[in-house]
């Protein structure tokens, strides 16, 4: 089976464990948000009980598995995979709860969603494809942040790393597999792109002094300016 553990930072020591596959989690304001195939669940961090839970019942037919898995301001956002096993016909939606309470906020059907959503000027950026695998229905997509209708998207056509999106105030930046940083604002509408090497970017991104820094299957990591896009460091 697969496990959960929580250590002591200090020591090592084992504090706990729980004999489940969790497909996410993440730990905020002192509680653990996780999800396993089909239920999600905030558990205190302290007293280890749980606060909430919420179970996708599905019957022996379809598959349900919940993942990119986020807390942004208040509320916990999340999508879901549902396959019918008799056909094999997958369907995707996105939920906002409440992470206090674990009230649903509001839910929507979409396309495949390949990133956890980010937050930028009150809307909700994530990777989403049209047809799940095909990298040339993939678009970066827009969302409002209080009902989760889209806004608008745009088309990029081409493979994203999946660890990459990253924002700041003013801009959300993804790294693809032809070797190219973008910035894009909110509306979505790309600000700059750089072509920083000729393999894949794959890895996950970092600010540093108005700079993102990324590795590359060069070898290499990069440092490109957030403004132009410019490589001021490698």
Aim: overall charge negative; hydrophobic content about 35%; glycine content about 6%.
């Amino acid at each position: 089976g697969e496990w959960f553990y929580e250590l002591d930072l200090s020591t090592g020591a084992l504090l706990d464990s729980t004999e489940q596959r969790y497909s996410s989690f993440l730990i905020q304001d002192d509680i653990i948000f996780r999800t396993s195939e089909n239920t999600i669940e905030a558990v205190s961090l302290d007293g280890r009980s749980e606060l909430w839970s919420f179970d996708f019942t599905s019957d022996s037919d379809f598959e349900t598995t919940l993942n990119n898995l986020t807390v942004i301001d208040d509320d916990v956002v999340f999508s879901s995979t549902v396959v019918d096993l008799s056909t094999y016909h997958s369907t995707f939606n996105l939920y906002s709860f409440d992470k206090n309470s674990g009230d649903e906020n509001w839910s929507k059907s979409t396309p495949s969603i390949i990133s956890p959503a980010l937050k930028l000027k009150n809307k909700l950026m994530m990777i989403e494809q049209g047809e799940p695998g095909f990298k040339n229905t993939t678009y970066l997509s827009s969302r409002n942040f209080d009902n989760g209708d889209l806004s608008d998207s745009l088309l990029l056509g081409k493979r994203i790393a999946s660890r990459s999106p990253v924002v700041d105030d003013e801009a959300i930046y993804l790294l693809d597999w032809e070797g190219v940083v973008s910035s894009f604002d909110a509306s979505p509408s790309e600000n700059w792109s750089s072509t920083v090497s000729g393999e894949p970017l794959t890895s996950s991104s970092i600010f540093y002094e108005n700079r993102l820094f990324f590795n590359s299957r060069d070898g290499k990591t990069y440092g490109v300016d957030l403004e132009s896009g410019a490589i001021s460091w490698e």
